[in-house]
């Protein structure tokens, strides 16, 4: 995992992916959650995410079940955290979270921009092949 994974990080360079991938009104609404934070909010948010990609690599390296308590509870924390940030269809009511939950695991280990915040030291894509398989436990289990 990258310490330092949103260090930097300029999401407007990636608009036009957002919004080719889940529509505009999607980035338009994260893009005002995002900039209506104060560096205090944004820090905290920012080592949310930091704690949790931590976690799932530690797991991760430990070798544990996909379908244990433990990688179940990770994924639950991970789908509370997907609905928390505006715009995308984790936050909406009635918005196919499922679909997008599966679509994120499958990115994961699609898109090394994501797999490296869940890497181990057995390399690969071992990190996010296990968050992948998981979350899809997770979302199969009826979220």
């Known amino acids: 995992m990258a310490d330092t994974m949103f260090d930097g990080f300029d999401h407007t360079k990636y608009r036009a992916e957002v919004e080719e991938r889940w529509g505009r009104s999607a980035y338009a609404d994260s893009d005002r959650w995002w900039r209506a934070l104060d560096e205090g909010e944004r820090g905290a948010w920012q080592r949310h995410v930091t704690e949790l990609s931590k976690d799932w690599s530690e797991a991760a390296e430990r070798g544990i079940d996909p379908a244990s308590m433990e990688a179940q509870d990770l994924a639950a924390r991970h789908v509370d955290w997907l609905r928390s940030v505006p715009g995308t269809p984790a936050s909406k009511l009635g918005g196919d979270l499922a679909a997008y939950v599966l679509g994120l695991a499958d990115m994961y280990v699609a898109d090394p921009r994501f797999a490296a915040n869940y ?3 057995k390399g690969g894509s071992v990190g996010s092949e296990f ?3 998981a979350l ?3 979302v199969e289990a009826g979220l």
Do not use: G, K, L, Q
């Open 131 to 133: 968050v992948r398989d």
């Open 136 to 138: 899809r436990i997770y």
């Open 119 to 121: 890497a181990t030291s």
